[in-house]
């Protein structure tokens, strides 16, 4: 019987997916975070195939030495930079890619929008220390939101800002700003007039060669004052420490987060975790239940057809 683990699962959240365990020919364990559980040796020698959690887990020589025994991993969602391909292939071990849904991460980026220019949480946790109305936030109806990358999840995000009554403009590829324009968004002339004019930034680009360290210093500092960087795509999209140095210049004056250089996140006196102008949440992007049944569904559905013999789905030959 085929062992598969699903390696740090933090909340132990994929006990709760029918769908992992309903085909009584294989054994479904899902393990902590990697670097805690004390099952995760043990349970790593003995795995047949691993479900990985988005990028959660890297794929490379340290994690593989441990597991001697691995033919498959199948990635939720599309493949990306946590799995080296070549040294799978090299090892025997076949990769394969699912499908997901952009719903759960466009909700949080508008959630996280919203709450920071209206300034809720700030307000609510004043409340808790006996203030009342400490903060004055703003309505985004009227301002102008602009979105960098326009795939899945920054069309939808463009669909609830417009329904909020924000001007959307877009920037990145070619391909995005044609299809934007094609759509009646705005794009700018320029980059520096994008950052310039725009009251919040959010990022929805893939993280490729392309794309890292791309949006610099030099484009944070060109933000309002006023203005908000919202990031629940990648935090390699964003230059090496600029995001920090441009919020001590205080252009943009705030930002909202969900994905952090290095995560987990458990020490509390983490720098972004200290600042006053940055809301944190736990890489939680893609974490909803609705979400999770579909990427696990199909993650376990490309498990059955590899063990049955199928290996047409395999991306690393």
């Known amino acids: 019987?085929?062992?598969?683990?699903?390696?740090?699962?933090?909340?132990?959240?994929?006990?709760?997916?029918?769908?992992?365990?309903?085909?009584?020919?294989?054994?479904?364990?899902?393990?902590?975070?990697?670097?805690?559980?004390?099952?995760?040796?043990?349970?790593?020698?003995?795995?047949?195939?691993?479900?990985?959690?988005?990028?959660?887990?890297?794929i490379d020589e340290k994690l593989l030495s441990k597991t001697p025994n691995l033919k498959l991993i199948s990635q939720t969602g599309k493949?990306?930079?946590?799995?080296?391909?070549?040294?799978?292939?090299?090892?025997?071990?076949?990769?394969?890619?699912?499908?997901?849904?952009?719903?759960?991460?466009?909700?949080?980026?508008?959630?996280?929008?919203?709450?920071?220019?209206?300034?809720?949480?700030?307000?609510?946790?004043?409340?808790?220390?006996?203030?009342?109305?400490?903060?004055?936030?703003?309505?985004?109806?009227?301002?102008?939101?602009?979105?960098?990358?326009?795939?899945?999840?920054?069309?939808?995000?463009?669909?609830?800002?417009?329904?909020?009554?924000?001007?959307?403009?877009?920037?990145?590829?070619t391909r995005a700003q044609e299809q934007a324009q094609q759509e009646g968004l705005i794009v700018p002339s320029c980059r520096e007039e994008f950052f310039q004019t725009s009251d919040a930034v959010t990022l929805h680009q893939r993280l490729v060669t392309e794309t890292i360290g791309s949006i610099t210093l030099s484009d944070l500092t060109h933000m309002k004052p006023t203005a908000v960087l919202v990031n629940t795509a990648r935090s390699g999209l964003i230059e090496a420490g600029a995001l920090e140095r441009a919020l001590d210049l205080g252009t943009p004056g705030f930002a909202a987060l969900d994905v952090f250089d290095i995560e987990p996140i458990w020490d509390t006196s983490h720098s972004l975790l200290q600042r006053d102008n940055v809301l944190c949440s736990p890489h939680i992007g893609y974490v909803t239940k609705s979400g999770y049944d579909i990427y696990?569904?199909?993650?376990?559905?490309?498990?059955?057809?590899?063990?049955?013999?199928?290996?047409?789905?395999?991306?690393?030959?």
């Open 1 to 58: 019987m085929p062992l598969v683990i699903i390696p740090d699962d933090y909340q132990e959240a994929t006990k709760q997916i029918q769908a992992l365990y309903q085909n009584s020919d294989f054994e479904v364990v899902c393990l902590g975070a990697l670097d805690r559980d004390p099952k995760a040796g043990e349970l790593l020698s003995k795995a047949d195939a691993l479900i990985l959690i988005r990028e959660r887990t890297l």
């Open 79 to 173: 493949v990306a930079y946590n799995i080296d391909l070549e040294l799978c292939r090299q090892r025997g071990i076949a990769v394969v890619e699912g499908t997901g849904s952009p719903i759960a991460a466009a909700e949080l980026t508008w959630l996280l929008i919203q709450s920071t220019i209206r300034k809720f949480t700030p307000s609510v946790e004043a409340m808790k220390t006996g203030h009342w109305q400490t903060e004055f936030g703003d309505t985004v109806a009227g301002k102008t939101l602009g979105i960098v990358g326009y795939g899945k999840i920054g069309q939808l995000v463009a669909k609830y800002a417009q329904a909020f009554d924000m001007k959307v403009q877009v920037w990145g590829s």
């Open 296 to 317: 696990f569904e199909n993650a376990f559905k490309n498990i059955e057809k590899y063990f049955s013999g199928d290996e047409s789905h395999v991306i690393n030959k």
